[in-house]
């Protein structure tokens, strides 16, 4: 049973909880095992032939909340919670493939998702290739024999181009693939996957789900029986969990999940409606521009754009690295999604180690600036980028 409510209600509601000596926040369980009262009963629990806990990497009472919430505002039947995003992504990519199988991708992903396809295709002959999925032909075309896997990002990092989700994942299915989306640009605030027909919604938790910059985390969602089975196969054996102290801060944050999305979207759609006047400045990217079968797609998935901005200073990437040295209130800093502005170089920081051909395919131009827009004031932000410009 999904929680009710408004936004707001439902995200006080399901970050609570726990009801342990009735206190109001949710329990803190800082162990890393359990003690069993006999013999007996731990052999039972182990067999799982009696409910309860055992050792904090397969549950713990705190973690299970934070998983609990997310797959409850995510529209899933269930989650799993990892030490980081790649933990996620890596751990629900595991257990989905097999030696010889293909995983075929959104045109751009997140850098260091990009290195594990890599490490995959060289360890275990797991092949990989990408596609802009942007019609059923191209999807098919893109599927081959051995192909088990869709992996989507949208929008696209950095370049903020959006994949259809409700389309990949009709053609997907027909063809008897699972269709995995990394949501973490989104939050289930403003896009939900799995009610577009994916099966495994992925977030960097670190993101803006934690919102505050002070923990790495990560998550999967979907149907119980694969969640189920990835706690006891790649999350248990690989061992990338959660401390408890995370999740707890993960329900913490979560608490303003959409009190901050509606800012940090207020806010980009001011930053972005100023850069593009900007002379010094280029191809401004935010996704409730472009054209209009990006518009189409924004519209019927998306509650709203997000809070990311790309754009291009003139003069490249040293004009780029001189502007970025005068911001005084934005942070020059990887990571998205913080109360905070952050700015960043993807070629030379999150998409350093992807070969540079390999960058241009994926629209990262060496003069590429990724902004995520906090939850400062739009005039100061717009103050800051004022005076950073106007040595260029
Ligand atoms: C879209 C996306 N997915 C996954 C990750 C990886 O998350 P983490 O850093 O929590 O491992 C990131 C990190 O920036 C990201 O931007």
């Given at each position: 049973m999904g929680s009710k409510g408004g936004w707001n209600t439902r995200l006080t509601q399901v970050t609570s909880g726990g009801n342990a000596y009735d206190s109001l926040s949710p329990p803190l369980v800082q162990t890393s095992t359990f003690t069993f009262p006999t013999a007996e009963c731990g052999g039972a629990r182990f067999a799982g032939e009696q409910t309860g806990y055992v050792y904090t990497r397969l549950g713990n009472p705190t973690v299970d909340l934070f998983e609990r919430a997310i797959a409850d505002l995510e529209g899933a039947e269930d989650g799993l919670a990892f030490a980081s995003g790649m933990g996620a992504i890596s751990g629900t990519l595991l257990h989905l493939l097999r030696t010889g199988d293909h995983v075929l991708c959104s045109e751009g992903v997140y850098g260091s998702t990009y290195g594990f396809l890599q490490w995959m295709q060289e360890h275990a002959q797991i092949a990989h290739s990408f596609s802009p999925l942007a019609s059923e032909q191209e999807i098919c075309d893109a599927?081959?024999?051995?192909?088990?896997v869709i992996y989507v990002e949208?929008?696209?990092?950095?370049?903020?181009d959006l994949v259809d989700i409700e389309l990949v994942s009709r053609v997907a299915h027909a063809h008897g693939l699972m269709v995995v989306v990394d949501n973490t640009f989104m939050t289930p605030y403003l896009q939900k996957p799995i009610t577009q027909g994916a099966d495994i919604v992925i977030h960097s938790a670190t993101k803006y789900l934690g919102g505050h910059g002070d923990v790495i985390a990560g998550v999967a969602v979907g149907s119980q029986e694969l969640m189920q089975a990835m706690r006891i196969s790649t999350r248990k054996d690989i061992g990338a969990v959660l401390s408890p102290f995370d999740a707890w801060l993960l329900l913490r944050g979560m608490k303003t999940l959409a009190l901050r999305m509606d800012r940090h979207v207020q806010g980009a759609r001011d930053v972005a409606a100023w850069l593009?006047?900007?002379?010094?400045?280029?191809g401004v990217r935010f996704p409730?521009?472009?054209?209009e079968r990006q518009q189409e797609i924004r519209r019927r998935q998306m509650r709203g754009p997000g809070a990311l901005i790309s754009f291009e200073v003139e003069g490249g990437f040293e004009a780029g690295c001189r502007f970025m040295n005068r911001l005084q209130l934005i942070k020059i800093a990887v990571s998205l999604g913080d109360v905070q502005s952050l700015i960043q170089h993807p070629a030379s920081m999150t998409h350093c180690l992807v070969p540079p051909l390999e960058r241009m395919r994926m629209?990262?131009?060496?003069g590429l600036i990724r902004l995520s827009v906090g939850i400062e004031d739009s005039e100061d932000l717009i103050a800051d980028l004022q005076q950073a410009l106007a040595g260029e």
């Open positions: 599927i081959g024999p051995t192909t088990k949208t929008p696209i990092n950095p370049t903020l593009i006047d900007q002379p010094v400045v280029s409730e521009w472009g054209d629209g990262i131009t060496d």
